[in-house]
Structure formats: structure tokens, C-alpha cells
């Protein structure tokens, strides 16, 4: 099956700490994309990927940080500088420039 | 102004009736315009792109796109219960990712 994995489904994390969320491709896709959703809101997005080894900052990118070692894996981190992280975390991917993107099922994070 | 503004609603609307969704973008340089559909709790899924002006019809959703306005619409004919979701409107141009509105949630009462 084609498609794309986010992994946990729900994340719960301390004060303090910083949390890898997964996201891995099978679609052959060059982009790849992170955004949040906060309760009622649209999508805002952190970081993006056009090609392996490149990737840039979206509108919230602050207290995240990414890498993009493989064409297929796209992991965010949200680290300790991210004084609100609890929210909904979506990946998506897509096949390039002005293409439609899919989505993963989402991660929902949860600071305790 | 915003990027990509969507009325939130709810626009509600009885089974059967159609549904018709608005968005407007404030970049001129927008090339691609998308539709998701969003249930409660779930990721968006993809129900329609356009990228020309006009119309374009998929089932009972049809997409219209007027760049000259800067408007993109998206209509659902014969409404049903289960169409009940926050429609998110997106675009894009070249070497962007795609900027999303805050959604507007239909009810489709039956």
C-alpha cells in the first residue's frame, strides 16, 4: 500500500523535553511537508522539503527543527524552545511544484 | 491581509441542497488551487485541484476558479449527511508549499 506513515498517533511530552515525530513516504514524492492545527483552525505550516538535503522554514518554524536525509523520511522535532506544542501535526508529501499533496493520518501531541 | 480567508460558518444546509463553499487569496503569482475535506479529528483529504479558470466537475463537486477575482469556489450537489466536515481551501505557486485557509464547517442536516 502506498501512502504515508506518521508515527506516534499520540505523543505525550514533559516540560523540557524534545519529541521526534515520524514521517516516511512510500509515494515516491520529492516534497515533503509539516504542518500544525490548533482546535478549530486551519493549517499552519512549519517546515518544508522540495528535495533530499534542503529543506526551509514555513510560517511558525520556531522551537522546530527538521532533516531531510532520505527521500522518504521527513522527521520533525519539536524541542523545548516550543513554549505551546500541543496541537495536531500533519506530514504530507507531494510529487513537486504546484502539485496536490497527501497527507498522513496526523500526530497528536499532548505537553504533561 | 490573510493569504487564503475562508468564511469558518457553519454554513448549513438541508439534505439535498447545494452546497456552495467560497475562498478568496491575496497572491496574484497563485497557480494552484486546492479543496480538502476534514472530519473531525482526521487529516484533510484531497477532493478537487483546478488550475485554470473555469469550472471543473468531479461527481457531485464542482470547482470554480476566477483569477482575475482571486476567487475559488467549490459546489456539492445533492447534499448529504455525510458531507458534514470543515472544507479547507489551498493554494500554491511554484517552489511553495500549499498555504491553507481556517476551513468553513458544513452541516448537511437530513
Known amino acids: 500500500d502506498g501512502g504515508i506513515t506518521q508515527s506516534p498517533k499520540y505523543l505525550f511530552r514533559k516540560e523540557g523535553q524534545n519529541v521526534t515525530l515520524s514521517c516516511e513516504q512510500n509515494?515516491?514524492?520529492?516534497?515533503m511537508y509539516w504542518y500544525r492545527q490548533d482546535p478549530g483552525q486551519g493549517l499552519r505550516l512549519i517546515y518544508y522539503?522540495?528535495?533530499?538535503?534542503?529543506?526551509q522554514k514555513g510560517d511558525i518554524a520556531e522551537g522546530y527543527s527538521v532533516s531531510r536525509e532520505k527521500k522518504e523520511s521527513f522527521p520533525l522535532t519539536v524541542t523545548s524552545a516550543q513554549k505551546n506544542p500541543t496541537a495536531f501535526y500533519l506530514c504530507?508529501?507531494?510529487?513537486?511544484?504546484?502539485?496536490?499533496?497527501?497527507f498522513g493520518q496526523g500526530t497528536r501531541l499532548t505537553v504533561v | 491581509q490573510k493569504e487564503v480567508e475562508q468564511n469558518s460558518g457553519p454554513l448549513s444546509v438541508p439534505e439535498g441542497a447545494i452546497a456552495s463553499l467560497n475562498c478568496t487569496y491575496s497572491d496574484r503569482g497563485s497557480q494552484s488551487f486546492f479543496w480538502y475535506r476534514q472530519y473531525s479529528g482526521k487529516s484533510p483529504e484531497l477532493i478537487m485541484f483546478?488550475?485554470?479558470?473555469g469550472d471543473k466537475e468531479d461527481g457531485r463537486f464542482t470547482a470554480q476558479l476566477n483569477k482575475a477575482s482571486q476567487y475559488v469556489s467549490l459546489l456539492i450537489r445533492d447534499s448529504q449527511p455525510s458531507d458534514s466536515a470543515t472544507y479547507l481551501c489551498?493554494?500554491?505557486?511554484?517552489?511553495?508549499?500549499?498555504?491553507f485557509g481556517k476551513g468553513t464547517t458544513l452541516s448537511v442536516s437530513s
Open positions: 483546478i488550475y485554470s479558470n
Open positions: 504530507a508529501s507531494s510529487l513537486g511544484r504546484n502539485t496536490e499533496a497527501f
Open positions: 522539503s522540495q528535495i533530499v538535503n534542503d529543506f
Open positions: 489551498a493554494v500554491s505557486k511554484a517552489g511553495t508549499a500549499l498555504i
Open positions: 509515494l515516491n514524492h520529492d516534497a
